[in-house]
Structure formats: C-alpha cells, structure tokens
C-alpha cells in the first residue's frame, strides 16, 4: 500500500473554485475520512486523487511517484462509487473478478483470488447469482470486492453507503473497518455523514466550502476543533455557543455571559473585540444548585440512560446531556454549571478556536 499526499491543491470550474489549496497527507495504511457538507468540496478532492478530474494547480504523490497529471488507470487506484456501478449481465463472480480478467492473469489466479475475497466479504456462497436480485448490502459487498481483489496501492471509496439504509450502513460501517484492519489497504473514504467518520476513521479531514479546516483524530476534532463551524458539525447535538461580553487578555481564566463569570482554560492569545463566543458540549453542562448561568426548561427528551434537557437562558438556548436520574421538568428553572476545562473560546468574526490550556494540553499529550 501507498502514502498518497497532496500539496496546495486547487480545482476551479470557471470562477467556481471547489477546492482551495488544500495539502492532506494519507498515511500508509491508515483509514483516512473526508468529511463535510454536500459541495464542500471532498468528492472533487477524490476524484481529483483517482485521476478522474485534473487539478487546476497542486501535486499529487502516490506511493511518493507524483501522479497529478497521470490518467486515472496510470495510477493503480481502486474506487468504490456510492451506487455500485455494477455489470447487471454478469453475475456476482464475473463482477469481482473482472478487472483481473481485464489484466490478463492466469484463469487458476483469477479463480483463487475471487474466491478469497468473496470469502472475506461473507459472499462466496452467491459467487453464482445474478447481481440484479440481491440485497443492496450484497450488491455493495460485491462492489468493495471488485475493488479489493485488485490488490491496489489505495483505495478510494466516495459515500459507498449512501444507498443503504439505516440498519445496513450501520452493519457496513462495522464490517469496513473489520475488513480495512485485515487488509491494512491505505483508504480515503468520502462521506457527509459524520457517524460514519467517528465510528470508522484513523483521521478525518472536515472541509468547507472548498478549504479543509482541521485534520486529526476522531477524538481531537471533537474534543478541540479547531473553528466553531466543525464544533457544530461534529456532535449530536451540536456544540452549544453563548456570546460573551468584553475582550479577553492573555493568560485570562473567565469570561462573563449576562453578568455572570464562566470559568474558562487559561488563554494564550488575546481578543482585541467587545465579545468572545464561549463552546460547550451538552454533556460538559450539569444541572446544580449553585451554577452562574440561570435559566427556563423548554424540552426533556428521554433517551434510555441518558435525558436531553433543553433550557432556555438569556443567553440563548442551551442543550445539556445528563443522567436520566436528574429532575428537570417543563417549565422549571434551573442553574446550569460548566465543565471549565472542557470549554473553548472562538473568536466571533473568523470563528477560529483561541488557544488556550485545552490544546496546549493536546500538543504536549
């Protein structure tokens, strides 16, 4: 398998530009997730990786070979479309086997090496039917075993889950990172839903209208993102943001939210603006007796061990996740307290995090 990289690449479609110098590095064997809106740009990233678009300025390295402007069968990539692309003439062996018949091998090598893959991908026992009457979890095991039997330096895979429904993406989600630990094949997978990218990746890339805007780990881009906009994408719910007020110097440890002072890590930059935007994850706010922000419950939805308390404040509405064992009924006020060094403070015209003890904590973790 292959480190792929891309440096500073961009793609306009006339004054449309759908990537913005953008420079990913795909680790060697790593299952590396780009995530984001519909047209922020990572499916032309993909394509652009596949060779099925051509840049408009950038490099791309495979394997350190630079690919950029080789055709997409120059570059020994495999690609899994989000809607099978399968041959319906030919049945579920002819389909897996068809680019090593393309490529002339042995017919005894073809053989063993459809078999082993349809093993892999618990299908040998259809290696006889037509593809036309299977399931669409089937179809999509044998659209990831055409591409897997080819043994290629990396694999592309653009929402290959998207046709499914909820129960089978849930089942394949399982199953693809099961089959990616076995194969160890270097993986982009291209994806809007970000379920899909914490339960399966090694490292996700967010991207925004063209621009990637954080790459790191499952945890890290939920614990520290890097701008409000993957805080609130990231999350369900979404991160809660209250408007502060007064600038923030260096080493400051609060802020103020309708009078009352919040607990903040400790800053390493200073905010010269009469307001800050202060993030919170629901589950890092607790119902107490003694909290510095007041207000109204608006909503409690029952989720098994855990309740989504919605509380309506001066400040805004507030979303707080806590044990199913905490009192809160419509209509009740209640105090909200904060966990102060989970909290992360943005900056309120860019969005950018402030840096702070949190990532600080991160760079020296």
């Given at each position: ?53 051509m840049p408009t300025s950038g490099r791309i390295y495979l394997d350190g070979e630079d690919v950029t402007f080789k055709r997409g ?293």
């Amino acid at each position: 398998m292959a480190e792929i990289k891309i440096e500073n690449l961009q793609k306009a479609f006339g004054d449309f530009v759908a990537v913005r110098d953008s420079s990913i590095t795909v680790r060697d064997g790593e299952f590396f997730v780009m995530l984001g809106p519909s047209g922020c740009g990572k499916t032309t990233t993909l394509r652009m990786i596949a060779g099925l678009e051509m840049p408009t300025s950038g490099r791309i390295y495979l394997d350190g070979e630079d690919v950029t402007f080789k055709r997409g069968s120059q570059r020994d990539i495999a690609f899994v479309f989000q809607l099978f692309a399968l041959y319906p003439h030919m049945n579920v062996r002819r389909n897996i086997s068809f680019p090593l018949r393309m490529e002339g091998l042995p017919r005894r090598e073809v053989r063993a090496r459809t078999e082993e893959v349809a093993r892999m991908l618990r299908i040998d026992h259809l290696l006889g039917r037509s593809v036309n009457g299977l399931s669409s979890g089937d179809r999509q095991r044998v659209a990831l075993g055409r591409a897997i039997v080819r043994r290629a330096k990396a694999f592309l895979m653009d929402e290959p889950l998207g046709a499914l429904d909820a129960e089978f993406r849930e089942l394949m989600c399982g199953e693809l990172r099961l089959l990616h630990d076995r194969i160890r094949a270097t993986t982009v997978y291209v994806t809007h839903d970000q379920i899909e990218a914490m339960s399966m990746a090694d490292r996700i890339c967010v991207m925004d209208r063209g621009e990637v805007l954080q790459v790191g780990p499952p945890s890290e881009i939920y614990a520290r993102p890097a701008t409000r906009f993957v805080a609130a994408f990231i999350g369900s719910p979404s991160m809660n943001f209250l408007p502060s007020q007064g600038g923030l110097d260096v080493g400051a440890t609060s802020l103020r939210i309708n009078g009352a002072g919040i607990a903040i890590p400790r800053l390493h930059e200073t905010l010269v603006h009469d307001s800050a935007i202060l993030g919170v994850r629901p589950e890092h706010i607790r119902i107490a007796e003694t909290g510095a922000l007041k207000g109204r419950v608006f909503a409690v939805e029952y989720m098994g061990s855990r309740q989504l308390i919605t509380v309506d404040t001066d400040a805004g509405r507030v979303r707080v996740r806590a044990p199913n064992t905490v009192r809160a009924d419509f209509g009740e006020t209640v105090r909200l307290d904060f966990e102060s060094d989970r909290l992360i403070v943005f900056h309120p015209e860019t969005g950018r995090a402030l840096a702070s003890d949190l990532f600080a904590e991160a760079a020296h973790g």
